[in-house]
């Protein structure tokens, strides 16, 4: 059974098809529809240039060949690992043989933003998109890559924006203070209001109360402040949350049980660490995972070790990064320029290069250093002399 | 089996060159995918199997016979 019907449980659900499961297959989702993408929310969908017909992750047809037991628009409410069952939101208790958890994120909220937009599910992106009309005034609460991007959605339709970000420097925690700087610098470009180091304190009927008192005005707010994983239907279950669904480096959380994509936190053994990864890649990457893992013999099971990788559409721009760059000690642009804004910038942490961020460079250069990140390079041996270091 | 490459979906990750490096490749200036060959060999099979299942676009799709 797979409970959490977007790409990661999607993947798993395949893959146990491709690997040779023949028995019954069940994909639990609490949406009603069928799996979609979600990364183009924020992108073509918010934008109006896709409409919903391109969005499921696979042809019907394609759907269908799997087999399964589709059960949409219900949600798992509860878990027995002694009797190896299911509890669904209609009453119903599923037995399984094997589990494999992809119940993803939900976005985090604010105090009284019960009128505010949020933006994770096909339905919040519809509600949006109705009200981005030329002219309407929207306050964007978090300048983080899915802030930035509806931020950078908006403005093209003609929609008056400010970004409000309680940190110095947008995503200065993640990709650096330097970079973080050329990344918000393309919204200022274009007339797109950002103020930092402001924190909402509510939403309120007139738009965003500051923890200052201080109102901000706007007839529509989108609250992106970052998701809290699915784990609550987990709580009385035994098996240990904490930042999401706890795993090792087979994604395995408890015996015959494994999780998958936004919701699982897993021993990264390529990094050392344990990690918690929300890009669209690693769901699908790690549901595969997960469910070769789930099926093979103990033995033959492999540690799941990826070079995480993300991507980011703003306006022209458009942002690649492999690896980990949070918690970095050192960022050097090793190729192009962060004023032209066509660069690659390199992140050490301890001796080794574990990330690299790119604007604007050919895909073959990055994907040498994605190669270099992979073989868990030292950093004195991957970055030359002569890079400019940038804070 | 035929592969399809739906252009406009694609995001320009490279995941399906890192997977199947002899029936994908990207273009130089904007990093979208290229379709090196439709009707890929047999021993190709599991490469674009990978590919489909780990492009974040959904935008390559195998038709096996």
């Known amino acids: ?114 009128g505010a937009h949020v933006l994770r599910t096909l339905d919040d992106a519809l509600a949006l998109r109705e009200k981005l009309t030329p002219g309407c005034r929207l306050v964007v609460v978090g300048a983080g890559f899915l802030g930035a991007e509806a931020a950078a959605v908006a403005w093209r339709l003609g929609v008056h924006v400010t970004l409000l970000e309680p940190a110095p420097v947008p995503l200065a925690h993640a990709v650096g203070t330097e970079v973080g700087r050329v990344l918000c610098q393309v919204h200022l470009d274009r007339g797109v209001e950002l103020r930092t180091g402001v924190t909402v304190a509510e939403v309120t009927e007139e738009g965003v109360r500051l923890a200052d008192g201080e109102v901000v005005e706007a007839d529509e707010v989108l609250v992106a402040v970052g998701s809290l994983p699915g784990t609550e239907w987990l709580a009385d279950s035994g098996l240990t949350v904490g930042d999401g669904l706890v795993c090792d480096e087979y994604c395995e959380a408890a015996p015959g049980v494994y999780a998958a994509g936004d919701v699982a936190r897993w021993h990264n053994p390529l990094f050392g660490t344990s990690m918690r990864i929300e890009h669209r890649t690693n769901a699908a990457e790690q549901g595969m995972a997960a469910a070769r893992n789930l099926l093979a013999a103990p033995d033959a099971r492999k540690p799941f070790a990826p070079v995480p990788y993300f991507w980011s559409d703003q306006y022209d721009l458009r942002i690649q990064a492999y690896g980990c760059l949070r918690g970095h000690d050192e960022v050097t642009v090793v190729e192009g320029d962060l004023g032209e804004r066509r660069f690659v910038a390199a992140y050490r942490t301890g001796e080794r290069l574990t990330g690299v961020l790119a604007v604007g460079m050919p895909p073959k250069a990055v994907r040498a250093w994605r190669r270099a990140i992979a073989g868990g390079a030292a950093w004195r041996e991957a970055v030359p002399a002569g890079g400019t270091e940038a804070a | 089996m035929r592969v399809e490459l739906d252009v406009p979906k694609c995001v320009a990750s490279g995941q399906c060159v890192m997977a199947a490096p002899d029936v994908f490749d990207q273009r130089d200036d904007d990093g979208v995918a290229i379709l090196l060959q439709e009707h890929p060999g047999e021993e190709l099979l599991d490469d674009v199997r990978e590919a489909v299942a780990v492009c974040p676009a959904a935008a390559i799709r195998l038709v096996e016979r």
């Open chain 1, 1 to 114: 059974m797979v409970v959490g019907a977007s790409a990661a449980g999607l993947a798993a659900a395949e893959t146990l098809r491709r690997e040779g499961f023949d028995g019954t297959l069940t994909l639990v989702g609490d949406e009603p529809h069928a799996p979609y993408d979600r990364p183009p929310l924020s992108k073509q969908v918010l934008s109006g240039e896709w409409t919903t017909r391109q969005l499921p992750l696979r042809p019907c047809a394609d759907l269908d060949a799997l087999g399964l037991d589709l059960r949409l628009g219900i949600a798992a409410t509860g878990l027995d690992l002694a009797d190896r069952t299911v509890r669904l939101a209609d009453g119903s208790r599923l037995p399984y043989d094997g589990l494999i958890v992809t119940t993803g994120v939900r976005p985090r909220r604010l105090p009284g933003d019960g």
